[in-house]
């Protein structure tokens, strides 16, 4: 297919790498990061300002009401940007899900509220012994409490609400509810802190059932791999401008031909991987098909791309790579941190040739 942004959607890319560059440099990101939670209050009064904390979701809540490819427009900047703090957790993930579960006096108490930058909100999903498979899911809510434990909980100490996954639906509580227990992990990603959420018969409001996660699921899944490509693009820009001004010999190594096949092979990754989340977020939006599909293909392609153009531009950069000045290895942090987030590449093939065969046997069984 010919796919091209239209108009209003290249002003809102490039809108929003001026948004970013100019309220989240890479000094600002690192002032974060060294932060318990790496969240500041006055950035996420400007997302807001801008509209990003409601931009998919009804306007009659608060949101601007755009689409999913909008959506990945604004995700891969903030990527590229490696923004830090809340917002994916709050408005891809809670806000996605709130959109597609809650009734609709539900979403004017916790959805308007995202919309308008006043409240932030997590995801518990993953837990001990757990995949990101939505099957693999076995805490469940008695008499409408829930009781376990969930880990790799994003921005979970700076969350008002926390949306826990069960096996019988989701449920929304109150983050400063009795019984819950937040503790931080070890992260990779020092810009996305991560955390433990232990339950302890912990009353929670039903939003929705299981069954219609996959959708909300699906999104979080393609904008992930769209920040990955912002990472990678970033990654990329820097190790061209390393090349053109490091020297050696007296000469840029830039010119030698083994630095430009490395930069060559980064830019053909990355660029793959653009458009398998372009078109993922375009299936999406469509309920197309194989939108299911076209997102694990885009998550898996991204999961490997985004190591390979971590390894290759370190590689340019050579022991400046490794070094805690250089940029580079905060976005490898981050693309090492995404690649098994949602997912890694093995899992989603996995995904893909269970959708590949369920398919066809529902077309044997037709014929």
């Known amino acids: 297919m010919q796919f091209g942004l239209n108009e209003s959607q290249e002003f809102l890319r490039n809108s929003a790498r001026n948004f970013f560059s100019g309220e989240c440099p890479i000094a600002e990101v690192r002032r974060l990061m060294e932060t318990h939670t790496a969240f500041d209050p006055n950035l996420w009064a400007k997302l807001a300002e801008q509209g990003y904390t409601g931009i998919i979701f009804p306007e009659e809540f608060g949101g601007v009401g755009l689409g999913i490819v909008e959506l990945i427009l604004l995700i891969e900047e903030a990527g590229r940007a490696l923004l830090p703090g809340p917002f994916f957790s709050t408005v891809v993930m809670a806000g996605s899900l709130l959109d597609a579960l809650a009734t609709k006096e539900q979403k004017k ?29 076995r805490l469940t809510a ?30 929304l509580v109150d983050a400063k509810a009795p019984g819950i227990r937040i503790q931080p992990m070890l992260s990779m990603d020092l810009t996305r802190k991560l955390y433990s959420v232990r339950l302890d018969d912990v ?90 599909a076209a997102v694990s293909v885009a998550k898996l392609y991204t999961s490997d791309a985004s190591r390979t153009v ?13 070094t805690w000045e250089n940029d580079l290895h905060l976005y490898y942090r981050r693309a090492k941190a995404s690649e098994t987030a949602f997912g890694d590449a093995t899992f989603h093939r996995e995904r893909l040739a269970r959708l590949t065969i369920d398919a066809e046997a529902v077309s044997a069984q037709r014929a």
């Open 310 to 322: 971590g390894n290759r531009g370190i590689q340019v950069h050579g022991g400046m790579g490794f």
């Open 203 to 292: 009353p929670g409001e039903k939003l929705g059932e299981t069954a219609a996660l996959s959708r909300p699921h699906g999104i979080a899944t393609v904008a992930l791999a769209a920040e990955m490509v912002g990472g990678m693009q970033r990654t990329l820009d820097i190790t061209v401008e390393y090349a053109k001004t490091r020297k050696q010999f007296g000469k840029p190594i830039g010119i030698f031909q083994a630095v430009q096949h490395q930069c060559a092979d980064m830019y053909l990754e990355t660029e793959g991987a653009r458009s398998a989340v372009y078109y993922a977020a375009w299936a999406l939006q469509h309920r197309a098909s194989d939108a299911a």
């Open 142 to 171: 008695i008499n409408g409490k829930l009781r376990g434990e969930k880990l790799f909980v994003p921005d979970a100490a700076v969350a008002d609400w926390i949306i826990v996954v069960a096996s019988d639906g989701a449920f």
């Open 109 to 137: 108490k916790y959805l308007l509220p995202i919309c308008r930058g006043e409240a932030r909100a997590a995801v518990a999903f993953f837990e001990p012994n757990g995949s990101w498979d939505l099957a693999d899911v």
